[in-house]
């Protein structure tokens, strides 16, 4: 088990290494000189010249990015073309809210993701499927700011049940922290409920076909232990893998909600910096959701061994 | 019954007749043709209606009432919809109608585009990394890195090395995308050089673009086209994304992120100038993947069970 | 009174080519002890009388009409939670592929004391514990290692003599047998069908053996019926089926089997074949449902099918023309 996973982890390393080669790379990969494009269509030779050396673009590719790594494998993400300030306490400033809107809204998509999906599949062809299966697919439709919109006007705006904006930290009291992230938590999960959803009922439809659930009806077991203990475990790695992939849609998301209800996260750092065109910034950011997710990935290998014995470590 | 009475009379003697039995179940009649292909597949008619509708109104935006959807009018700043202005204005005085009528341009012209381009190159990429055994690992490993990007950060990450332009964003989104498609045409190339027929073809010294032209290709196409229509649906979300978090098309051009970007200053006073462009854009999205899941349940019934 | 009791048993399905008659108007009973077999090829209904006796045919698209009187109480007219506390309990079975039928990502111990906690309200050690037995009781070596394993790990006659330890566990009063020696090897086949007699024995159970395998149904059953196209053709205990068929359709298995000493490739008798296909169930079928592949068959056939009738002392059988005990005799 223990080498599993230490193996598992080496094999994520090429793949980081790739990640960081290409957000690095993007800088040269672009058309045009960088530096003038990061510059501004205003910005003076010397600014240019400026920025240029700021990000030690005139030193050759592979002596950039050789000290680039050897700087990230130490914590230092760059510094900030804007604020003059390291790239890494930027991020470290901003990141509770955002992995507190994520958290909240992971929780939440597998609350109500895997029963709707579940219950989709057991009554599949019904009325109540066709719902449910209606409503994945506008969830899968409709742009999470739309559905932030429609949030925020109808129950903080109208009904004035949830604050309209803002985020309170944890630090000072779970129930303010947990009410302003409800609406946002909502609008963000609604893409990945329905992914989820889908696939849940795509899994367990599988699932359910098989012969030891024909085994399990023939034992006289009831509708629940069939379908969460026997089916659902059976049906958890496609579900897992998924839950694993959607992270990205997570991290995308969060940029635009953080937007949309005025949370001071990584989003609000990101769009700042495309604004103002702070390269290291976005790079610091890119990397490290693009680490974030490999590392989910990583945890949802290890989760199938402990729902299929058949996997071998 | 009766029937049976008066053909049991012409029944000799000694023979014994099985009872009568019941239908328990009226049998449906199956529908066939391009209406009954429609009407079993409610979906792709739905989807592809309102497509349509979106197409032409892309097309005939200029001829539909709008002005210049450019056009500024500082006195009629934020006017709430109305008989002169349908769906109100912004805040600097532009007809929301016919801006939002030219959006639905940008949105199709992105959608499309990226659909095609990462399917063409997600085609090639794929039938090298199935064909080519060398080139298999690399191309693979490299595509498990961009895949461990998420495509929205990915896309912000060029669109701010880049000038803001339509053709940057396609490229963008292209890029991003191009992983999955890759991916999806690996592996069916993978599981059809299995097949006995192919192997037979190989045996009896048929060259590989033959066989990538008679055998692979055609099988790819079904689950191409339907990747293509979700990444079609995923790329006009990005691309309104991308625009209203200002990395993408230039506030210049009238393109639906773009205008819910300027509202969201003003969205809890004035919620029509967000509202209209994001209930298009909605309807859009849905439109392409009701057409998706329609076709992906016509073409490969195997298929629908999964994702 | 008869243990099972069913009575115009009929099961028909929706499909998009129209409604399939997998059973239509089947009468049969079982006896407490008895060892009842139902045979025919495939595709004749037999698996789907034995899904139907357990009310596991999905409705929609199936639908099941008739009566099942198990004990005097007709199963068709029982709430879902009542069939429930039958299923496993007073009726279990074993099905033909042990090697998919058994869940594989839970211990087999879970799988067996699954049922005894269920229907017995035994508590998880009692239920582990009773498992081990089980599986002592059907040969299974180091049993307590065993309950703690998954499917995966256990071979093919293994989990088959798991699925009988499962069936059995709550000693039932029937057993439901599809097919279950088919997907094993012949050596097993033998050992597993010794298992279930020596079994039922022990238990006290009836079973309900299907199989399309003649050799087995000499071997165990008591009883015979012979489905054909979703009806049943024939029935008539064992000895006398194999001693004097009376329906074509079971002179054609009959003769399709193999004889020992008889040379397969010599001139001396070649292995009888029944001509034709099975009929399809999607349309419905005039007169007698044999009729297109029988050497016997008549207009009158094709127009009238012939009801059940007794044919010779426990014998009965569906055919116009099958001669009676006075005129065999």
């Known amino acids: 088990m223990v080498s599993y996973i230490f193996r598992r982890i080496l094999a994520t390393m090429p793949v980081m290494a790739i990640v960081a080669l290409f957000v690095f790379s993007l800088l040269y990969i672009a058309p045009g000189d960088p530096a003038a494009v990061i510059a501004g269509d205003q910005a003076s030779p010397a600014d240019v010249e400026r920025i240029r050396q700021a990000l030690g673009l005139n030193r050759p590719f592979l002596v950039q990015f050789g000290s680039w790594v050897w700087r990230i494998l130490h914590g230092d993400l760059g510094t900030s073309i804007f604020t003059n300030l390291p790239v890494g306490s930027l991020i470290a400033q901003r990141i509770e809210p955002t992995l507190s809107l994520m958290v909240i809204t992971l929780v939440l998509t597998l609350l109500i993701a895997v029963p709707l999906g579940v219950v989709a599949a057991w009554k599949a062809g019904t009325w109540l499927d066709r719902t449910i299966m209606a409503f994945a697919v506008f969830g899968f439709s409709l742009p999470v700011f739309v559905v932030g919109y429609v949030l925020a006007y109808v129950f903080a705006l109208h009904l004035e049940w949830l604050p309209v904006q803002g985020y309170t930290p944890l630090a000072e009291g779970f129930w303010p922290w947990l009410v302003n992230l409800i609406l946002p938590a909502v609008a963000l999960g609604c893409v990945y409920i329905a992914l989820i959803a889908r696939i849940t009922r795509a899994a367990m439809l599988e699932v359910l076909q098989q012969d030891y659930i024909r085994t399990a009806r023939a034992k006289g077991l009831g509708q629940n232990s069939i379908l969460f203990v026997h089916a659902l475990k059976n049906a958890a790695v496609p579900i897992v893998t998924v839950i694993g992939i959607g992270i990205a849609l997570l991290i995308g998301g969060a940029v635009v909600t953080e937007s949309v209800f005025a949370i001071p996260g990584l989003g609000r750092l990101t769009i700042d910096a495309i604004l103002r065109r702070d390269y290291p910034v976005i790079q610091g950011i890119v990397l490290l959701f693009s680490f974030l997710y490999v590392l989910v990935n990583l945890m949802v290998d290890v989760t199938y061994t402990l729902v299929d014995p058949r996997i071998r470590y | 019954m009766t029937v049976s009475t008066s053909k049991t009379a012409r029944l000799p003697s000694g023979f014994v007749v099985a009872p009568q039995l019941p239908d328990l179940l009226v049998s449906v009649k199956v529908r066939r043709g391009v209406l009954g292909f429609l009407r079993n597949h409610p979906t792709v008619a739905i989807g592809g209606a309102l497509l349509l509708c979106l197409v032409l109104v892309g097309i005939l935006a200029p001829h539909l009432g709008t002005v210049d959807p450019t056009a500024l009018a500082p006195a009629k700043r934020t006017r709430a919809p109305s008989a002169d202005f349908w769906f109100g204005t912004d805040a600097l005085g532009r007809d929301i109608y016919s801006r939002v009528l030219y959006g639905a341009r940008v949105s199709l012209i992105v959608g499309l585009s990226v659909a095609l381009f990462a399917s063409l190159a997600g085609l090639a990429i794929g039938l090298v990394s199935g064909f080519v055994r060398w080139a298999d690992g690399i191309v693979m490993r490299f595509m498990d890195g961009l895949m461990s990007i998420p495509p929205i950060l990915l896309a912000v990450a060029l669109m701010a090395l880049t000038r803001g332009s339509v053709g940057n964003v396609i490229l963008a989104i292209t890029v991003a995308e191009i992983p999955r498609v890759s991916r999806l045409v690996r592996s069916v190339v993978l599981s059809l050089r299995e097949q006995p027929y192919v192997d037979a073809a190989v045996a009896s010294g048929t060259r590989t673009p033959m066989i990538i032209l008679r055998h692979i290709l055609p099988n790819t196409l079904a689950p191409m086209l339907v990747q293509a229509t979700y990444i079609c649906a995923s790329a006009m979300i990005v691309e309104s994304i991308l625009s209203f978090i200002g990395a993408g098309t230039p506030p210049t051009i009238p393109s639906w992120g773009n205008i819910m970007a300027e509202g969201r200053a003003l969205w809890q006073v004035k919620p029509f100038i967000v509202f209209f462009p994001a209930a298009f854009l909605s309807v859009t999205v849905l439109a392409v993947n009701l057409l998706g899941d329609g076709l992906r349940d016509a073409l490969d019934p195997r298929m629908a069970k999964g994702l | ?329």
Request: with cysteine.
């Open chain 3, 1 to 329: 009174m008869a243990l099972l009791d069913v009575q115009n048993l009929q099961t028909h399905f929706r499909t998009p080519e129209g409604v399939n008659r997998a059973v239509d108007g089947v009468s049969f009973h079982v006896d407490e002890g008895e060892t009842l077999a139902i045979v025919g090829e495939s595709g004749c209904g037999k698996s789907v009388t034995s899904m139907s006796l357990m009310r596991l045919i999905p409705e929609p698209p199936g639908k099941i009409a008739g009566s099942i009187r198990f004990q005097g109480k007709d199963l068709l007219q029982l709430s879902e939670p009542e069939m429930r506390a039958i299923r496993g309990n007073d009726i279990s079975m074993i099905f033909q592929e042990p090697m998919t039928s058994l869940n594989p990502v839970l211990t087999v111990g879970r799988q067996i004391g699954e049922t005894l906690r269920m229907h017995q309200g035994l508590d998880k050690q009692a239920a582990l514990a009773r498992a081990v037995e089980m599986l002592t009781l059907v040969g299974i070596p180091e049993p307590a290692r065993r309950v703690r394993e998954y499917p995966h790990q256990l071979s093919g006659g293994m989990r088959q003599r798991v699925m009988i330890a499962m069936a059995l566990a709550c000693n039932p009063k029937l057993l439901i047998a599809d097919e279950p020696t088919t997907a094993l090897d012949v050596t097993i086949q033998a050992q597993i069908l010794q298992l279930m007699l020596d079994l039922k024995r022990r238990v006290g159970a009836a079973i309900v053996l299907i199989t399309h395998d003649l050799g087995v149904v000499a071997e165990i059953a008591e009883r015979v019926m012979v489905m054909y196209a979703g009806r049943k053709v024939e029935e008539a205990p064992v000895a006398e089926l194999f001693r004097s068929p009376r329906h074509p359709y079971t002179q054609g298995l009959l003769g399709a089997l193999p004889r020992l000493g008889s040379s397969l490739t010599g001139a001396a008798r070649r292995l009888a074949e029944i001509p034709g296909q099975v009929p399809s169930l999607k349309q419905r079928i005039e007169g007698c449902v044999f009729a297109g592949r029988c050497p016997l068959a008549t207009d009158l056939c094709r127009e009238f099918a012939p009801g059940l009738e007794e044919k010779g002392p426990r014998h009965i059988a569906a055919c116009h023309y099958a001669p009676k005990e006075a005129a065999a005799a």
